[in-house]
């Protein structure tokens, strides 16, 4: 998260996963929350892993004082299947905070609720309502983000693309650097894994292309060109060369 000034927006603050609070980050979602003067705050939660949500540091840590701030906590879940997690989701919340029945029979959670912003379009939001009312809340527990798809639904993930990094460079412990995987790996959603450690694109003898481990041994030529590195562009293409490269490609 950084440095941040107090008097900003809390939705601008608490950007943070909640898989990771075993960082320094504690304190300064404690410092927000105790700082919110809106009736409504998120909290980003990408990746939400419900097995894992039960122990979270973030639901039992903050629970008392989430509910003295006088906010509403908003969890926001990005990838996955929104019909199944945010019910799960609601679920887990439901434990620490508590709900009350309202005058249709449907439970409103304490202090909390969801917002969910990732893949959202008319049709979509019709089929979470009706997940989250079968499960039994109500709607207003969900705030929903006004994303692209509600204006027009083509996008990078009609082809499923993304651009992710996929190695870092960390300390060894013995005063030199290692090389070490990361990769985003979804527990509801696989069709959005990606993937993982040094990577090379090879041409097969058959004319396919194939995303290999550059640190496993191998033959094959990478075709990979660096483009930049740091601040510097190392490699200047014109569109004609795309261009030319799309039809090899295509051929």
Same mark, same amino acid.
């Given at each position: ?14 950007? $943070? ?7 320094? =980050?504690?304190? +300064? *979602? ?7 003067? /809106? ?7 990408p990746d939400h892993n419900p097995e894992k949500a039960?122990?979270? @540091?973030?639901?039992? +840590?903050?629970?008392?004082?989430? *509910? ?7 969890? /926001? =879940? ?7 997690? *945010? ?6 919340? +439901? +434990?620490?905070?508590?709900s009350t029945e309202n005058s249709k029979g449907f ?6 609720? *969801? ?9 979509k939001m019709t089929e979470i309502y009706r997940a ?6 109500? %709607? ?54 990606? @993937?993982?450690?040094?990577?090379? $694109? ?43 490269? %799309?039809?090899?490609?295509? %051929?």
């Amino acid at each position: 998260m950084g440095n941040y000034d107090v008097s900003r927006d809390p939705c601008e603050i608490l950007g $943070i996963n909640w898989q990771d609070l075993d960082v320094k =980050p504690i304190e +300064e *979602i404690r410092l927000a929350v105790s700082k919110a003067a /809106r009736p409504l705050i998120r909290n980003l939660h990408p990746d939400h892993n419900p097995e894992k949500a039960n122990d979270d @540091k973030a639901v039992r +840590e903050f629970r008392d004082q989430i *509910i003295a701030s006088g906010a509403r906590i908003v969890c /926001r =879940p990005d990838s996955g299947d929104a019909t199944k997690l *945010i019910p799960e989701l609601l679920g887990i919340l +439901e +434990e620490t905070f508590g709900s009350t029945e309202n005058s249709k029979g449907f439970r409103v959670l304490n202090n909390v609720g *969801i917002l969910q912003g990732d893949g959202i379009y008319n049709e979509k939001m019709t089929e979470i309502y009706r997940a989250v009312m079968d499960a039994g809340y109500a %709607a207003n527990n969900l705030v929903f983000g006004s994303g692209g798809s509600l204006l027009q639904r083509v996008n990078r993930d009609n082809f499923a693309f993304a651009q992710k990094a996929s190695s870092i460079l960390v300390p060894d412990g013995e005063g030199g650097y290692v090389w070490r995987g990361i990769a985003q790996k979804p527990v509801t959603d696989h069709g959005k894994d990606s @993937k993982e450690g040094r990577l090379a $694109i090879v041409r097969n003898d058959n004319g396919s292309y194939e995303t290999i481990n550059r640190d496993v041994p191998h033959t094959a030529l990478d075709i990979m060109q660096t483009v930049y590195v740091g601040k510097r562009i190392t490699r200047m293409q014109t569109l004609d060369e795309v261009r030319e490269l %799309a039809r090899d490609f295509a %051929a």
